[in-house]
């Protein structure tokens, strides 16, 4: 059994497409941040223990916001809720989630779990 590593966390519109755009914008009810860890978590789940940071701002995941595991563990998917505040620059801070492996025994390696967000939540038509 390893610690569980994070290895990105991007951006999906909520389309469900994963947009690679250089910067977050126009950022919608329902988008969301999917997080991709090395190997099996214990699925933590307490979504008020994470927490968005932004350069200058005041960051949220918004209203109503909702997190989901997928992938036997692997990938965290976060959507995000009403009012949702997040810009360019922003990451993700999951270090008081509580990850651990999948039989609860080693934490998750704390230097991964605070990551850019990668990507775009895609453009107002």
């Known amino acids: 059994v390893t610690a569980p590593i994070a290895l990105r966390a991007y951006a999906v519109d909520n389309d469900g497409t994963e947009l690679v755009y250089n910067k977050i914008e126009n950022v919608e009810y329902k988008d969301q941040i999917v997080v991709v860890f090395d190997t ?47 810009k360019n620059g922003a990451t993700i801070d999951l270090s008081n989630l509580g990850i651990m492996d999948k039989d609860n025994i080693i934490p998750a390696e704390a230097t991964t779990l605070e990551l850019d967000i990668e990507g775009s939540f895609g453009y107002s038509i």
């Not at 994470?50 to 997190?67: E, P």
């Not at 595991?69 to 949702?84: A, C, P, S, Y």
């Open 40 to 86: 099996p978590t214990n699925e933590a789940s307490d979504i008020s223990k994470i927490n968005v940071v932004g350069t200058g701002y005041t960051a949220s995941l918004g209203t109503k916001a909702t997190l989901d595991w997928e992938e036997n563990g692997t990938k965290l998917v976060i959507t995000l809720g009403q009012d949702t505040v997040i």
